[in-house]
């Protein structure tokens, strides 16, 4: 059984370092980090055209990318199946310590 399967993660202080262990490879974090910003970009333009179909591609382009990291770099079985809330968390607070990292240079 796998990490993934046999933990019962309660909060997501205790939840966050498990994710992070499941994007070590950096091409897998960089798709998700793009994903991510394409799911604000489709945000933006779907609210600013007033056009709100493009909302429907956001879970589409997000969890495309992810999901090419993990099973085609990673190799491994992203954690959204067993942890979506939390995943969802974990994601935008991976891609905001990689923004805050980027400016800190």
């Not at 879970?59 to 085609?72: E, M, T």
């Not at 942890?83 to 905001?96: E, G, K, N």
Request: with cysteine.
């Amino acid at each position: 059984m796998s990490d993934l399967e046999s933990e019962r993660y309660q909060s997501f202080k205790e939840f966050y370092p498990f994710y992070l262990s499941q994007h070590s490879n950096t091409t897998c974090r960089n798709l998700h980090y793009v994903g991510s910003i394409f799911v604000l970009t489709l945000l933006i333009l779907s609210i600013y055209f007033e056009y709100y179909p493009l909302l429907i591609l956001m879970p589409i382009v997000g969890y495309g990318f992810a999901w090419v990291g993990h099973f085609f770099f990673e190799n491994n079985r992203p954690a959204t199946f067993q942890y979506p809330i939390y995943s969802f968390f974990a994601d935008w607070v991976m891609l905001a310590q990689r923004v805050a990292r980027f400016f800190r240079q």
